[in-house]
C-alpha cells in the first residue's frame, strides 16, 4: 500500500499526435486510506460502549414491569435505538473490511441452492399476507466465491425489495446461467425509484426518501456493500427501474465463476 502513486491519462492531440498526462496523486491515495482508516477506528471504538450500554439495557428490561409507563416506552425506545447503532456499526465494519481486503474468508463453489434456502428464511418472517415471493433457478447451478459475502449482497436485495414494496406484490427471485455468464436479480412491482437517483443508489447513506427509509430500520450503507462484495467477485450491479412500477437488481457474474450442467464449457472445468 506505499509507494507512490500515479495516474496516466491519454488523448488524441492531433491527427496522429497523442497527448499524455502524468499526475502524481499519492497525496490523494494517503487521504483516502485516511479516510478509511478513521471509519474503521471510529467504528471499532463505538461497539465497546454501546456494548455496555446494551448490557445495562438488558438487565432494566428485565425489571421494567415494575416501572412507571412513561419508563417503561424509553426503556423500550433505547432498546430499539441502540440494536440501530450496533446494526450501523456492523454495517461501517463490514464495509472497512470489504475497502481493505481484510480477512476474506477463501473463495469456493457454492450451490446456488444453499443461496436460495438461506434467503427464504430470512425472508419469510418479514414478508406481509400481500407479497408473493417466489424464486427460480436451476438446483445444480453453482458459484465460485465467498458464502457469506454472496449470502449478505443477495439478501440485501431480497431484504430491499420487500421493505420497499409498502403495499405488498410480486417478488421473484431468479438465478439465470449462460456460457456467458450468471446473473442473480430480484425482481419487485414495488414503489420503483425516480431514474436520476439511480447513479447514486450504491454511494454510502445515499437514500431516496430519507424519512420513508430510517423508518424501515436500514442503515443506507446495504447498497454499497453489495456493490463492494460484487467488486470481490468480479461482477457487477445493475439497477433497472420505473417509478410506482418496481425495480429489478440484478448481479452479473463472469463465465469463470459459473458452473452449470446446462453449460458443457463450464461443468468440464473442474
Ligand atoms: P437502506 O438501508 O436505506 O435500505 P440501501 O443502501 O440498501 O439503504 O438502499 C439505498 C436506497 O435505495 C434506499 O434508501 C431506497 O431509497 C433505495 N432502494 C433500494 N432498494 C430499493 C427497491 N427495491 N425499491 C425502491 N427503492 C430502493
Request: glycine share 6%; net charge negative.
Amino acid at each position: 500500500k506505499e509507494g507512490i502513486y500515479i495516474e496516466i491519462q491519454t488523448t488524441l492531440y492531433d491527427k496522429n499526435d497523442h497527448l499524455i498526462f502524468i499526475r502524481d496523486v499519492t497525496r490523494l491515495h494517503l487521504l483516502e486510506q485516511m479516510r478509511k482508516d478513521f471509519v474503521a477506528n471510529a467504528s471499532h471504538e463505538l461497539k465497546t460502549p454501546l456494548t455496555v450500554i446494551k448490557g445495562y439495557l438488558e438487565t432494566l428490561d428485565m425489571f421494567k414491569d415494575n416501572l412507571p409507563a412513561s419508563m417503561q416506552r424509553g426503556i423500550t425506545n433505547m432498546s430499539d435505538q441502540s440494536l440501530r447503532m450496533e446494526h450501523l456499526i456492523d454495517d461501517l465494519l463490514l464495509l472497512s473490511r470489504l475497502e481493505n481486503d481484510e480477512k476474506r474468508e477463501e473463495d469456493q463453489w457454492y450451490s446456488v441452492q444453499l443461496f436460495i434456502e438461506a434467503i427464504e428464511k430470512i425472508a419469510t418472517p418479514i414478508l406481509s399476507e400481500q407479497h408473493q415471493l417466489s424464486f427460480d433457478f436451476a438446483e445444480n447451478d453453482r458459484i465460485y466465491g465467498s458464502y457469506n459475502e454472496l449470502y449478505s449482497a443477495f439478501s440485501n436485495l431480497v431484504v430491499n425489495a420487500i421493505k420497499y414494496s409498502p403495499n405488498g406484490g410480486a417478488i421473484l427471485v431468479k438465478w439465470e446461467s449462460s456460457e456467458f455468464n450468471g446473473v442473480f436479480s430480484v425482481k419487485d412491482s414495488g414503489l420503483g425509484i425516480d431514474p436520476r437517483y439511480i447513479p447514486r443508489l450504491t454511494e454510502r447513506f445515499f437514500r431516496v426518501d430519507k424519512g420513508r427509509s430510517s423508518s424501515t430500520g436500514g442503515t443506507g450503507l446495504g447498497l454499497a456493500i453489495v456493490k463492494h462484495i460484487l467488486m470481490h467477485h468480479d461482477a457487477k450491479l445493475q439497477i433497472r427501474s420505473e417509478l410506482n412500477r418496481g425495480s429489478v437488481f440484478s448481479c452479473h457474474f463472469p463465465a469463470n465463476r459459473v458452473r452449470s450442467d446446462s453449460i458443457p464449457s463450464a461443468t468440464s472445468s473442474t
